[in-house]
């Protein structure tokens, strides 16, 4: 058997995106968690106060995905696991309008030191009220194409978005 | 689906350059000090009315208004798509480019803090584009001065601050205000390093394919 590549992928966003229940989605080992008792008034009781970590395996890649905590305070967290980088999932949920500022701050900085492919997964698409990825995609000011709407709990949905990251990071190349 | 939110989390300006390519009406409620509902009209990227109560205000008033808003952290807004023969019939069309009217509303506060819920990162980087706009004095001073840095390899606010010798707040304003103006945007190109990486994100492109 050919030996494997480790790469890594980085899940980053605000609070309540759904970033852990992706890493579990993709990851093919129990997820190590770092969930803990919200401090603090998040908007739910147990948080990501360290970074979560899963295995993906696609084809002979290993993929090593790196949950970031979605609290600002944790931010210092972002460099350490972004160093080497494959690439970013930038996870947002359309019901919490008011974390798209912080999820545009977290993108905007984390691309522009780290230059990588990315993707914006907008999650909670079946609630009533909820901005739409193309809402999202204007507001981050990227192509529609790189801002697609995914179910968290979905393997499919998770595999799909790395798909769409690498097609448009080749795309990219090509302009 | 409206596009609806607080203005605790995004700044007025931040609403409105979202809606640069659409046509609606953008409702304000809950705003402290204004008990009358208000609804500014765009489309095409202008402001085409902003009324209060029902009113639309003449263009000293509107200007007014609209410089207090872009500071308000209270309220909730919502925007509805509207057909265009709808917003046609906005009496007293200001016609307001929307970049133009916030920059030119932001330009005149000088209290950079109203403005920090909508501040980048200070490490996030930016680069300069090829955009050419008139500036006012102050704004054109520090343009002056970051113009290089900013053309060259692109520079944080906090490099910015340090090399200009100026509060970080301030370097952090500036930035901002080049943003709306159009000059500056975070960087997002591509390194020679992730270059280098396009067989790999071939192979495992292939790989997720099968």
């Not at chain 1, 309008?97 to 984390?110: M, T």
């Not at chain 2, 605790?8 to 300006?13: A, R």
């Not at chain 2, 208000?38 to 489309?43: E, F, G, L, N």
């Not at chain 2, 030119?104 to 996030?124: H, L, V």
């Amino acid at each position: 058997m050919a030996e494997s590549t480790l790469l890594k992928l980085i899940v980053a966003g605000p609070v309540g995106a759904g970033k852990t229940t992706f890493i579990k989605s993709l990851s093919e080992i129990p997820v190590v968690e770092t969930d803990e008792v919200a401090s603090e008034n998040i908007g739910k009781d147990r948080t990501t106060i360290g970074i979560d970590f899963g295995l993906a395996r696609v084809g002979n890649y290993e993929i090593r995905l790196f949950g970031t905590p979605g609290q600002e305070r944790f931010d210092f967290m972002q460099d350490i696991v972004a160093e080497g980088a494959l690439s970013l999932a930038l996870l947002v949920s359309g019901a919490a309008p008011q974390s798209l500022p912080g999820a545009r701050r977290i993108l905007e900085y984390l691309t522009s030191q780290f230059p990588m492919p990315f993707v914006v997964g907008v999650t909670h698409q079946d609630r009533e009220r909820a901005w739409k990825p193309d809402e999202v995609a204007s507001f981050l000011k990227l192509p529609e194409e790189q801002v697609l709407g995914l179910d968290a709990t979905s393997r499919e949905d998770a595999r799909a978005a790395l798909q769409r990251m690498l097609e448009f990071a080749l795309l990219g190349e090509r302009r | 689906m409206p596009v609806f939110g607080s203005l605790g989390d995004f700044g007025l300006s931040d609403v409105l350059m979202l809606l640069g390519n659409r046509q609606g009406s953008l409702d304000l409620r809950s705003i402290p000090g204004y008990s009358q509902p208000i609804t500014v009209s765009v489309a095409n990227g202008e402001i085409l009315s902003i009324s209060q109560g029902g009113e639309a205000l003449d263009p000293e008033r509107a200007s007014a208004l609209l410089k207090s808003l872009l500071r308000q952290a209270q309220g909730e807004f919502e925007f509805t798509d509207c057909p265009s023969e709808h917003l046609a019939n906005c009496r007293n069309a200001l016609r307001w480019p929307l970049e133009r009217a916030l920059l030119t509303a932001g330009q005149q506060e000088t209290e950079w803090s109203a403005y920090q819920r909508a501040f980048s990162d200070p490490r996030t980087k930016f680069e300069a584009t090829s955009a050419e706009v008139q500036l006012d004095d102050s704004l054109r001073d520090f343009w002056g001065k970051a113009e290089r840095l900013l053309k060259s390899d692109g520079a944080t606010a906090e490099e910015l601050s340090e090399k200009l010798a100026m509060p970080l707040e301030q370097a952090q304003f500036y930035l901002y205000e080049l943003r709306l103006a159009g000059l500056v945007t975070p960087a997002r190109g591509h390194s020679r390093e992730q270059a280098s990486k396009r067989d790999l994100w071939r192979q495992v492109l292939g790989a997720l394919r099968k």
